[in-house]
Every structure is written in structure tokens, then in C-alpha cells.
């Protein structure tokens, strides 16, 4: 692959995963 | 007559100022993985807003799980370090700590975890979430170097031999450099750091030419020791006395003095690839940091 694809699609891989799971978390551990 | 458009008579050229502002590339270095640290913040939040509302279970989830991101943060920034330091060497081991990957597996763990615990997912989901998360971490920021950089190793030295000596010289010009921080001296501060820069393009010079070692090696191991005693010696007589003797002074001086010498000569003639005279300065070095042993 790319190496800038790679690093695109890591960057959304990874900053969606933990971005969602630590908000959606905020939501059920606080609300 | 037409007329010059006024910004041809401007000049492009911007002066040179090395401290003005740091190079875009220092800077996106040391921005890298601040984006570890920013995602988790919602889980801070929590954390603190669940501790408040008495939820212990809650608090103690959102807090591990902060607290596991922001030690994965840490570690891939040590990792980066360390890479971005392997990157710049021409000779270099591969890191002995993978300190990346670890950070990138905890990373998955930590969010595979928060989804299952924290969010609901169930176990299949929360699993595939945190390989996501490792496989994302793993794209944008790559796993650590695995292979040692030997290139340029010629006859006469191994490559095991070139990287010690240049570790342990690295450690030794390390040492001179934290014992010249506490050293309050502007004038003796000055002229170590000369010292450590000249070293270090000695070590590149090394690193250039490997087979460059065998004549470099009295040095690295007399001469670069000898510095790094000396200035702790007396670092340590500084840190421990109120005033320190004014012979301790100028010996330290003398002794500064002929370490500059010598380390310019040493460069010098690595690049002639002349030891012979070397050898005889060096000695003869040897000879001063014996009689200066009062350090």
C-alpha cells in the first residue's frame, strides 16, 4: 500500500476507534 | 518606461536565524502523538463526573482507561525518540525495547476493553474495535524498527564494535552534557558545549567511515572518559563546596584548554587518517589528567 494512503487510513482507523469508544463511553458511564 | 511591479525590488531571502523559530520538521516531531493524548479527554471528563457522582464502577473504568491511553501515549512518544534518533544515524542498533508496538497494543487492548466494559459493545465487537484501533496505530505511526543500520561497515571493525564504542562515547558526551548544566559557569558552559559538538561530529565522522575507528578508539576511550571525569569532578567539588579553590580553577581551565585542543586535532586528523601524531597528544594527555587527579 501507499505509504500515504497507509498513514490516511491509519489515521482514521485509529482516531475513530478510540475517538468513538472514549465518547459513546462518556455518554453511558455518565449520562 | 514601464514600471517594476513593487514587490520584484523586495528580496526573498530571509535572514538566517537559527534560534528565531524552530524548523517545521523539529516541530511536527515534537507534535507527534499529541493526538494520543487529546482522544481520550472525554474519558477524564467522565472520570472526574462519576467520581463526583459517586459511581465507583464508572470512576474506576473511565480512569483506568484514561490512565492506560496516557501511558500509551508516553510510551509511543519514547518510542519515537528513539526511532527518530536510529533515523538519524548512519550505524545504528535497532531499538531493544519495541517501545511503539507496546504502545500501539495497549492502545488496542485499552479501547477493545473501554468498548466492552464502558460502551456495551459485546465481546466480538469490542474485540474487533481495539484490532482496529492497533491496526489504525500501526498505519499512522508503523511498528519500531526491527533490523540493525550497518551500512558502510568495512573490513577491520565489526559492526557490533562500532555501535558499543559509539554508544558508550554517546553516554559519555551525555554525561559532560548534564554535568555542564549544573555547572553555573557562562564561560566554562560555553566551551563544554564545544566540546560535546565537536564530539559528537566526531562520532558522525565515525559513523561516516567506520574503518575510521580503530584510529579513533584511544580517543574515544581516553580522551572522551577523561572530559566526562574531569567535568563531573568538578561539577561535584562545586555542588559540595561554597567557593571552589581557585587552583581547582585553573587546573580545570588547563585542563579544558588541552581537551579543546586535542578534540579539534583529533578531527582533524581522522580526516587524514594520521594517528601517529595522535597518539603522542593523547599521551601526553593522559599524562595531565593523571597529575590533575585532584578532581
Avoid: C
Avoid at chain 2, 161 to 180: F, H, N, T
Avoid at chain 2, 185 to 197: F, G, P
Avoid at chain 2, 206 to 215: H, Y
Avoid at chain 2, 232 to 244: C, D, F, H, I, L
Amino acid at each position: 500500500m501507499n505509504n500515504a494512503l497507509k498513514k490516511t487510513v491509519g489515521f482514521l482507523l485509529l482516531s475513530a476507534t478510540v475517538g468513538l469508544v472514549s465518547l459513546q463511553s462518556f455518554f453511558y458511564l455518565v449520562f | 518606461m514601464t514600471e517594476l511591479p513593487s514587490d520584484t525590488t523586495r528580496s526573498k531571502a530571509r535572514r538566517y536565524r537559527p534560534d528565531a523559530a524552530p524548523s517545521p520538521r523539529k516541530l511536527s516531531q515534537r507534535m507527534k502523538g499529541i493526538l494520543l493524548y487529546l482522544m481520550p479527554a472525554p474519558l477524564l471528563i467522565a472520570a472526574i463526573a462519576t467520581l463526583v457522582s459517586a459511581n465507583l464502577y464508572e470512576a474506576l473504568i473511565a480512569s483506568g482507561a484514561f490512565a492506560a491511553y496516557i501511558l500509551a501515549a508516553s510510551l509511543a512518544r519514547h518510542g519515537f525518540r528513539i526511532e527518530q534518533e536510529y533515523q538519524r544515524r548512519k550505524i545504528a542498533r535497532a531499538p531493544r525495547t519495541p517501545f511503539k508496538t507496546i504502545a500501539g497494543v495497549l492502545t488496542g487492548i485499552t479501547t477493545g476493553a473501554l468498548a466492552w466494559l464502558g460502551a456495551d459493545y459485546n465481546i466480538i465487537g469490542a474485540t474487533a474495535i481495539g484490532g482496529a484501533a492497533f491496526l489504525g496505530f500501526a498505519f499512522y505511526y508503523g511498528l519500531d524498527p526491527r533490523r540493525d543500520k550497518t551500512e558502510g561497515i568495512t573490513i577491520g571493525v565489526t559492526v557490533e564494535e562500532v555501535i558499543e564504542a559509539l554508544e558508550e562515547a554517546e553516554l559519555s558526551i551525555e554525561a559532560i552534557d548534564e554535568a555542564r548544566k549544573s555547572i553555573g559557569n557562562a564561560e566554562y558552559s560555553t566551551r563544554l558545549r564545544r566540546i560535546t559538538d565537536k564530539a559528537r561530529q566526531i562520532l558522525s565522522s565515525i559513523e561516516a567511515d567506520p574503518s575510521r575507528l580503530s584510529s579513533a578508539r584511544k580517543f574515544l576511550k581516553v580522551y572522551l572518559d577523561g572530559a566526562r571525569r574531569v567535568t563531573e569532578g568538578y561539577a561535584r567539588s562545586q555542588a559540595t563546596e561554597q567557593a571552589v579553590p581557585e587552583a581547582l580553577e585553573t587546573d580545570f581551565n588547563r585542563v579544558l584548554d588541552s581537551i579543546e585542543q586535542t578534540f579539534n586535532e583529533q578531527q582533524t586528523q581522522l580526516l587524514e587518517n594520521n594517528t601517529f601524531d595522535l597518539d603522542v597528544q593523547i599521551s601526553v594527555l593522559e599524562q595531565q589528567l593523571k597529575r590533575e587527579n585532584a578532581f
